[in-house]
């Protein structure tokens, strides 16, 4: 139970999931079979995209997207530093080189494109974007710089599952897309991932590493479709499980529903709080559909210490935020990658992250946005 009264996020659980993790486990097929096939049929068609390939979760997917593209040490990869850890650590994964590019500014937290072209270097291979909370980077200009010097392009979608760019789904522009169906994201099944291509050989390549470079899977051998198999490469084990499987199809069936609600609360945020000129609500000039995994706000002033305190502020008001991200570039272990990213460098130490779930109710939103008003106008 939590201890807020409004919670940052809450599951989209009944007893729909319960049942289809109870029919699983009766099936008696538990790992990786017909289940995560399905999940991927559905996922694949979701998305209008030729393969969906489930994972053990989007780390594992991100790294798989590496090695198929070759990526290699001393390679340089264009990154965000405003991101979770695990689109980094996937090109250190390989030996290769984050470049971190700065983000267009406190309204925009995504890359900024006319940056990543100044980044470019003759070991440049491939620009790894990162669709900050959904929202989507500039796709028409990251595929024209990308096509431009011939670069592939890896999307870091965990953030946005049916979020569009002119039309087309996020996943679906570059030569890999990755989810995350972790426990907070818009799709939850505990841990879990989907790696996505338009490409038959990479797809092939994604199954075959997923599972230790094995030639065929144990569920076909179970089968009788399969006695032997080869290995031909060296693989992991980066599976994904039917149980799991069997929930996200479930959280899939309720994904649009669920978005709707979310783009619906986000649109009572923006309106209670964009009046207020302590703050910046960021993605404003956002036109098309979107996954709204979280709903940030940027303090206009003050700096990290004045920051936490507006949430603690907050948690003693029984509401519970969180902050989306400490930028990657300042960790420790990436201290010899460092280099100036002041819009970063703002957004982690003023951004604040609201509550935003599909269950929230508009009373806690009003609450929400009354609360920190009154906090941040006060002093
Ligand atoms: C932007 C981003 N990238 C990568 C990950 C890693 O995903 P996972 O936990 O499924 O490995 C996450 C979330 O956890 C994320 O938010």
Same mark, same amino acid.
């Given at each position: 139970?939590?201890e807020?009264?409004i /919670?940052?996020?809450?599951?989209?659980? +009944?007893?729909?999931?319960?049942?289809?993790?109870?029919?699983?486990?009766?099936?008696?097929? $538990?790992?990786?079979?017909?289940?995560?096939?399905?999940?991927?049929?559905?996922?694949?068609a979701?998305?209008?995209?030729?393969?969906?390939i489930?994972?053990?979760?989007?780390?594992?997917?991100?790294?798989?997207a590496?090695?198929?593209?070759?990526?290699?040490?001393?390679?340089?990869?264009?990154? /965000?530093?405003?991101?979770?850890v695990?689109?980094?650590?996937?090109?250190?994964?390989?030996?290769a080189?984050?470049? !971190? #590019?700065?983000?267009?500014?406190?309204?925009?937290?995504?890359?900024? %494109?006319?940056l $990543?072209?100044?980044?470019?270097?003759?070991?440049?291979r491939a620009?790894?974007?990162?669709?900050?909370?959904?929202?989507p980077?500039?796709?028409?200009?990251?595929?024209?710089?990308?096509k431009?010097?011939?670069?592939?392009?890896?999307? &870091?979608?965990?953030?946005? /599952?049916?979020?569009?760019?002119?039309?087309?789904k996020?996943?679906?522009?570059?030569?890999?897309? #990755?989810f995350s169906?972790?426990?907070?994201k818009?799709?939850?099944?505990?841990?879990?991932?989907? $790696?996505?291509?338009?490409?038959?050989?990479?797809?092939?390549? @994604?199954?075959?590493?997923?599972?230790?470079?094995?030639?065929?899977?144990?569920?076909?051998?179970?089968?009788?479709?399969?006695?032997?198999? &080869?290995?031909?490469?060296?693989?992991y084990?980066?599976r994904m499980?039917d149980?799991?499987?069997? $929930?996200?199809?479930?959280?899939?069936?309720?994904?649009?529903p669920?978005?709707?609600?979310r783009?619906?609360l986000?649109?009572?945020?923006?309106e209670?709080?964009?009046?207020?000129d *302590?703050?910046?609500?960021? !993605?404003?000039?956002?036109?098309?559909?979107v996954?709204?995994?979280?709903?940030?706000?940027?303090? *206009?002033e003050?700096g @990290?210490?004045?920051?936490?305190?507006?949430?603690?502020?907050?948690?003693? %008001?029984?509401?519970q935020?969180?902050?989306h991200?400490?930028?990657v570039?300042? !960790?420790?272990?990436y201290?010899?990658?460092r280099?100036?990213?002041?819009?970063?460098? !703002? @957004?982690?130490?003023?951004?604040?992250?609201?509550?935003?779930?599909?269950?929230?109710?508009? +009373?806690?939103?009003?609450?929400?946005?009354?609360?920190l008003?009154?906090?941040?106008?006060?002093?």
């Amino acid at each position: 139970m939590s201890e807020y009264s409004i /919670p940052l996020f809450d599951l989209n659980f +009944d007893e729909e999931e319960e049942k289809a993790v109870v029919k699983t486990l009766r099936s008696r097929w $538990i790992s990786m079979g017909p289940r995560c096939e399905e999940l991927e049929q559905m996922f694949a068609a979701m998305l209008s995209i030729r393969h969906a390939i489930s994972t053990a979760n989007c780390t594992t997917a991100l790294h798989l997207a590496m090695r198929i593209l070759q990526i290699e040490p001393g390679d340089e990869i264009i990154v /965000p530093s405003l991101t979770f850890v695990a689109t980094v650590n996937a090109v250190r994964y390989v030996g290769a080189v984050p470049v !971190f #590019c700065d983000i267009k500014g406190a309204d925009d937290l995504n890359m900024d %494109a006319a940056l $990543i072209q100044q980044l470019i270097t003759p070991r440049t291979r491939a620009i790894m974007v990162m669709h900050y909370g959904g929202f989507p980077c500039r796709m028409d200009k990251i595929m024209a710089i990308a096509k431009k010097h011939d670069l592939k392009v890896v999307e &870091d979608a965990c953030h946005g /599952p049916m979020s569009e760019f002119e039309g087309i789904k996020l996943g679906g522009f570059g030569d890999f897309g #990755c989810f995350s169906f972790f426990a907070n994201k818009n799709i939850s099944t505990g841990e879990g991932g989907m $790696i996505v291509t338009k490409n038959d050989d990479y797809a092939a390549r @994604a199954r075959l590493l997923r599972s230790h470079g094995m030639t065929s899977l144990s569920y076909e051998r179970a089968r009788g479709h399969s006695t032997g198999y &080869d290995v031909v490469d060296l693989g992991y084990n980066y599976r994904m499980d039917d149980i799991r499987a069997a $929930i996200g199809m479930v959280q899939l069936q309720k994904l649009l529903p669920d978005l709707q609600r979310r783009v619906r609360l986000r649109d009572l945020y923006v309106e209670q709080l964009t009046s207020c000129d *302590r703050l910046v609500v960021p !993605f404003q000039a956002q036109r098309g559909f979107v996954s709204n995994y979280i709903f940030p706000v940027v303090l *206009r002033e003050g700096g @990290a210490d004045y920051r936490e305190a507006v949430r603690k502020k907050m948690h003693a %008001a029984g509401i519970q935020t969180s902050v989306h991200y400490p930028a990657v570039h300042r !960790f420790s272990i990436y201290q010899s990658f460092r280099r100036k990213l002041p819009h970063t460098e !703002f @957004a982690a130490d003023h951004e604040i992250t609201l509550p935003l779930y599909a269950n929230l109710s508009v +009373d806690s939103v009003l609450q929400v946005c009354r609360t920190l008003r009154e906090i941040v106008e006060e002093g």
